[in-house]
């Protein structure tokens, strides 16, 4: 939010300094972001008259002025400005200065064989607004010579960020009260003027949606002039970056930037009937102001007319009532929303204004009166009128909460040592009410304040947290125990393995869409009041924000991506630490032999999975492949990794075509995924690692090749050849499979290297013998033949 100096102390009586207001903003909670001075953007600019103006010798659109500025010679300029001519007063840019527009530095030059001395600007040339058809022309009483930018009433414009749970210094009046109550000036709340309506507002105004819009008040104001708003007005927007559009707009974002009140204005001749506050029609369609059409639900609160909606309540007004120069008669409203109400309609409509943020945190339910006659009154000043009677529809939630204080919880709570008496002022000065027994009214705009913690907040914050001792936490003597648990033990090591093995860490939102999580079999959890309704399902599956990663990522040009992340998926019995990768595109570089890039397999996936596990601590060895992954897989190309046939600890696979498109994947992709909580935890085997001890003697390796059902998983054969002779065989690996000529139709010959390790002894032909026919008869069992 910004605003200007020169609007602060419309409500605080101040001597002090940009620099001491800076720093008491950020000691009380406002954060400045940044000042600026527009006095230093307009340096070398200079309020100038011109003498004469006579044709260019030598270009029929140019002029040659000679210009005073109130010292020395007159300069010559040349100038093509239309409006330029003798006796005018304007601005002058002298050489050196840099024009804010374009950040030209203005130098003197020939024009046409002609030497200009500097550049007389138009509004939009210095950043003052939009005009642009001709130089600025200033009142006959500007002092000549004077810089322009202490004549303009250039002032300092402070930059702040205002924290989602203090609405009431969404606006200028309420970040002055704090200031005042810090001990910076005193506090000026804004003047209200007393308006009598000269005549019954001839609009019918109601509510009939008491829960989206308790209250609704409006008047009307006859035979108004809609032109520009007045200087001062404009001066105070663009400091703020609202653009002026017209006095009518530009009186209503002046008084939500002021007051923190939005409010509308509609073109009476616009309207036919009632107007109403009421819940929307399924299928209702509005025209915004930023000519978008809306399609409109019955959860949504809407004001409307008989002919149909004209304003989408607290967020938007509507096109077909918006106030145009040649309107002349207006109505005013406004209401107080329902902040729930405006949070779910702005994310279902992806609609974000700064009426939306207002309401949505919660504006003064008790300025209604006082914010409709300030309206009023900027108007009237601006635009001339005559006001009717105010029209009130509905009951505002006005009740004030009452909390009974304790002063000493300031020092058990917020550390610091404060007097009651201090404690009182502080309080009073934000507008709380204190009675002698530390009862504590707090004012309607304080949404935030919901017991007495808040109001110790209040408190320290306005004493100073600077004040606020650093204190150590205790700590017990002696070397600090490990407090990492043994699931937090397991994902540091995984998060290392996986980065050695060349994949990067992605971290991605725990809430996707809907449309996402049905992609992936559909969400659990959702939220009444997501920040988004594409972050509205907490994520069954992390495998739909890593796609989304990597889509953006070949948006940029990749072509190559290892991602991974570890997280939780939220399922119907709560929620699940796994890992999930995905490797996307080409494995490698261009292949010299096919000229093409290799892309990733399932192979690959299961490669990455089983690097994994090993790292993780898990019996890789007993893992038991088994069927399809999946839905989210390829039919025929993923599998799971099973301790028994009901314990998943792992699946991998190429993520399924459909998937890819739905998330405009145009590229292979495979993925895998693994469950840490179904992972066995090792049983602790003390802080030392036993001592290296190699084999004395060599290990021996033997060939087999079984002819084996095709249909036959091949890891079920490694695994009964493994447990053929747990003491003599130390390792198995499938080395080749072959189907085809020699191969009996339906099966398939896998070949297995066995690696036998003696212990005291070296192997005799006998003991080889011995483990060859224990191998064969394990195999037997799978029905698997030896091959001759």
Same mark, same amino acid.
């Given at each position: 939010?910004?605003?200007?100096?020169?609007?602060?102390?419309?409500?605080?009586?101040?001597?002090?300094?940009?620099?001491?207001?800076?720093?008491?903003?950020?000691?009380?909670?406002?954060?400045?972001?940044?000042?600026?001075?527009?006095?230093?953007?307009?340096?070398?600019?200079?309020?100038?008259?011109?003498?004469?103006?006579?044709?260019?010798?030598?270009?029929?659109?140019?002029?040659?002025?000679?210009?005073?500025?109130?010292?020395?010679?007159?300069?010559?300029?040349?100038?093509?400005?239309?409006?330029?001519?003798?006796?005018?007063?304007?601005?002058?840019?002298?050489?050196?200065?840099?024009?804010?527009?374009?950040?030209?530095?203005?130098?003197?030059?020939?024009?046409?064989?002609?030497?200009?001395?500097?550049?007389?600007?138009?509004?939009?040339?210095?950043?003052?607004?939009?005009?642009?058809?001709?130089?600025?022309?200033?009142?006959?009483?500007?002092?000549?010579?004077?810089?322009?930018?202490?004549?303009?009433?250039?002032?300092?414009?402070?930059?702040?960020?205002?924290?989602?749970?203090?609405?009431?210094?969404?606006?200028?009046?309420?970040?002055?009260?704090?200031?005042?109550?810090?001990?910076?000036?005193?506090?000026?709340?804004?003047?209200?003027?007393?308006?009598?309506?000269?005549?019954?507002?001839?609009?019918?105004?109601?509510?009939?949606?008491?829960?989206?819009?308790?209250?609704?008040?409006?008047?009307?104001?006859?035979?108004?002039?809609?032109?520009?708003?007045?200087?001062?007005?404009?001066?105070?927007?663009?400091?703020?970056?609202?653009?002026?559009?017209?006095?009518?707009?530009?009186?209503?974002?002046?008084?939500?930037?002021?007051?923190?009140?939005?409010?509308?204005?509609?073109?009476?001749?616009?309207?036919?009937?009632?107007?109403?506050?009421?819940?929307?029609?399924?299928?209702?369609?509005?025209?915004?102001?930023?000519?978008?059409?809306?399609?409109?639900?019955?959860?949504?609160?809407?004001?409307?007319?008989?002919?149909?909606?004209?304003?989408?309540?607290?967020?938007?007004?509507?096109?077909?009532?918006?106030?145009?120069?040649?309107?002349?008669?207006?109505?005013?409203?406004?209401?107080?929303?329902?902040?729930?109400?405006?949070?779910?309609?702005?994310?279902?409509?992806?609609?974000?204004?700064?009426?939306?943020?207002?309401?949505?945190?919660?504006?003064?339910?008790?300025?209604?009166?006082?914010?409709?006659?300030?309206?009023?009154?900027?108007?009237?000043?601006?635009?001339?009128?005559?006001?009717?009677?105010?029209?009130?529809?509905?009951?505002?939630?006005?009740?004030?909460?009452?909390?009974?204080?304790?002063?000493?919880?300031?020092?058990?709570?917020?550390?610091?040592?404060?007097?009651?008496?201090?404690?009182?002022?502080?309080?009073?000065?934000?507008?709380?009410?204190?009675?002698?027994?530390?009862?504590?009214?707090?004012?309607?705009?304080?949404?935030?304040?919901?017991?007495?913690?808040?109001?110790?907040?209040?408190?320290?914050?306005?004493?100073?947290?600077?004040?606020?001792?650093?204190?150590?936490?205790?700590?017990?003597?002696?070397?600090?125990?490990?407090?990492?648990?043994?699931?937090?033990?397991?994902?540091?090591?995984?998060?290392?393995?996986?980065?050695?093995?060349?994949?990067?860490?992605?971290?991605?939102?725990? !809430?996707?869409?809907?449309?996402?999580?049905?992609?992936?079999?559909?969400?659990?959890?959702?939220?009444?009041?997501?920040?988004?309704?594409?972050?509205?399902?907490?994520?069954?599956?992390?495998?739909?924000?890593?796609?989304?990663?990597?889509?953006?990522?070949?948006?940029?040009?990749?072509?190559?991506?290892?991602?991974?992340?570890?997280?939780?998926?939220?399922?119907?019995?709560?929620?699940?630490?796994?890992?999930?990768?995905?490797?996307?595109?080409?494995?490698?570089?261009?292949?010299?032999?096919?000229?093409?890039?290799?892309?990733?397999?399932?192979?690959?996936?299961?490669?990455?999975?089983?690097?994994?596990?090993?790292?993780?601590?898990?019996?890789?060895?007993?893992?038991?492949?088994?069927?399809?992954?999946?839905?989210?897989?390829?039919?025929?190309?993923?599998?799971?990794?099973?301790?028994?046939?009901?314990?998943?600890?792992?699946?991998?696979?190429?993520?399924?075509?459909?998937?890819?498109?739905?998330?405009?994947?145009?590229?292979?992709?495979?993925?895998?995924?693994?469950?840490?909580?179904?992972?066995?935890?090792?049983?602790?085997?003390? !802080?030392?690692?036993?001592?290296?001890?190699?084999?004395?003697?060599?290990?021996?390796?033997?060939?087999?090749?079984?002819?084996?059902?095709?249909?036959?998983?091949?890891?079920?054969?490694?695994?009964?050849?493994?447990?053929?002779?747990?003491?003599?065989?130390?390792?198995?690996?499938?080395?080749?499979?072959?189907?085809?000529?020699?191969?009996?139709?339906?099966?398939?010959?896998?070949?297995?290297?066995?690696?036998?390790?003696?212990?005291?002894?070296?192997?005799?032909?006998?003991?080889?013998?011995?483990?060859?026919?224990?191998?064969?008869?394990?195999?037997?069992?799978?029905?698997?033949?030896?091959?001759?």
């Amino acid at each position: 939010m910004k605003f200007s100096l020169e609007w602060l102390k419309d409500y605080l009586d101040t001597d002090a300094s940009v620099a001491e207001i800076s720093a008491a903003l950020n000691a009380i909670g406002i954060e400045v972001e940044g000042i600026e001075d527009p006095a230093d953007k307009l340096a070398g600019f200079r309020v100038a008259e011109v003498l004469t103006a006579a044709p260019h010798p030598d270009a029929d659109k140019l002029q040659v002025l000679t210009v005073s500025t109130g010292e020395g010679d007159p300069l010559t300029v040349v100038c093509g400005a239309p409006n330029a001519r003798a006796g005018i007063k304007g601005v002058l840019g002298l050489p050196g200065a840099v024009v804010p527009a374009n950040g030209m530095q203005l130098r003197k030059s020939a024009i046409r064989g002609v030497e200009s001395n500097g550049m007389m600007c138009s509004v939009r040339e210095l950043e003052l607004g939009d005009a642009h058809e001709g130089i600025i022309e200033l009142p006959a009483d500007a002092p000549v010579g004077a810089d322009f930018a202490a004549y303009n009433g250039a002032s300092p414009v402070f930059d702040v960020a205002i924290t989602p749970n203090r609405p009431d210094c969404m606006g200028v009046m309420g970040i002055a009260r704090d200031l005042a109550a810090a001990g910076l000036g005193t506090f000026k709340p804004a003047e209200v003027p007393q308006i009598a309506g000269e005549e019954a507002c001839a609009v019918e105004v109601r509510t009939d949606d008491a829960e989206g819009c308790p209250a609704f008040y409006a008047r009307t104001v006859r035979g108004v002039s809609n032109g520009a708003s007045p200087e001062w007005m404009q001066r105070r927007l663009l400091a703020a970056g609202q653009r002026p559009i017209s006095a009518l707009v530009d009186a209503t974002n002046y008084l939500m930037l002021a007051c923190g009140r939005p409010a509308h204005v509609y073109d009476m001749a616009k309207l036919t009937g009632p107007v109403v506050a009421r819940r929307a029609r399924d299928g209702e369609q509005v025209e915004a102001l930023n000519e978008k059409t809306y399609t409109l639900d019955e959860s949504m609160t809407v004001i409307a007319d008989q002919a149909g909606v004209h304003d989408i309540g607290g967020i938007m007004g509507g096109e077909d009532s918006s106030v145009q120069p040649e309107t002349t008669d207006v109505l005013l409203e406004i209401a107080y929303f329902n902040p729930e109400s405006i949070g779910v309609t702005g994310r279902k409509l992806g609609l974000a204004t700064d009426a939306r943020t207002r309401f949505e945190r919660g504006v003064d339910p008790a300025f209604l009166d006082d914010g409709l006659a300030i309206l009023t009154g900027l108007i009237l000043e601006a635009c001339g009128g005559t006001p009717s009677e105010v029209m009130r529809a509905g009951q505002p939630p006005v009740e004030a909460k009452v909390i009974a204080f304790d002063p000493a919880l300031t020092a058990r709570l917020g550390g610091v040592e404060v007097a009651k008496a201090e404690q009182r002022r502080i309080l009073e000065s934000l507008d709380f009410k204190v009675d002698d027994d530390w009862q504590v009214t707090c004012p309607p705009r304080r949404h935030d304040i919901e017991g007495p913690a808040d109001l110790v907040e209040e408190v320290v914050r306005i004493h100073g947290l600077d004040k606020v001792a650093s204190v150590a936490l205790p700590r017990a003597e002696g070397v600090a125990k490990p407090t990492a648990t043994p699931a937090q033990k397991l994902e540091r090591r995984l998060r290392r393995a996986a980065a050695a093995r060349g994949l990067n860490e992605a971290i991605t939102w725990s !809430f996707i869409s809907e449309r996402e999580a049905d992609l992936v079999g559909g969400g659990r959890w959702v939220l009444d009041n997501p920040i988004s309704e594409d972050l509205k399902v907490m994520r069954p599956s992390l495998l739909p924000g890593l796609l989304s990663a990597a889509r953006r990522n070949l948006d940029r040009g990749a072509n190559s991506l290892q991602l991974f992340e570890i997280g939780r998926r939220y399922l119907e019995d709560g929620e699940h630490p796994s890992l999930a990768f995905v490797l996307v595109g080409a494995k490698g570089a261009r292949d010299w032999r096919s000229g093409k890039p290799k892309p990733f397999d399932a192979f690959d996936a299961k490669a990455v999975v089983m690097d994994l596990l090993e790292a993780a601590g898990a019996p890789v060895a007993n893992l038991m492949v088994m069927g399809e992954a999946g839905d989210v897989y390829h039919p025929g190309q993923s599998a799971t990794l099973r301790l028994g046939p009901k314990n998943v600890i792992a699946s991998f696979g190429a993520v399924h075509p459909s998937l890819l498109k739905a998330f405009d994947i145009d590229v292979p992709v495979v993925a895998g995924g693994i469950h840490l909580y179904a992972i066995p935890q090792r049983k602790s085997s003390g !802080f030392a690692r036993s001592a290296y001890a190699p084999p004395a003697l060599q290990a021996v390796s033997r060939d087999f090749a079984f002819l084996v059902d095709a249909a036959l998983p091949a890891g079920d054969l490694l695994r009964a050849v493994r447990g053929a002779d747990k003491a003599s065989i130390v390792d198995a690996r499938i080395f080749d499979v072959f189907a085809g000529q020699g191969v009996p139709v339906g099966k398939k010959s896998v070949a297995v290297e066995v690696t036998l390790q003696p212990g005291e002894a070296s192997f005799k032909d006998a003991d080889l013998k011995a483990i060859s026919d224990k191998v064969v008869a394990a195999a037997a069992k799978l029905g698997a033949e030896l091959r001759g």
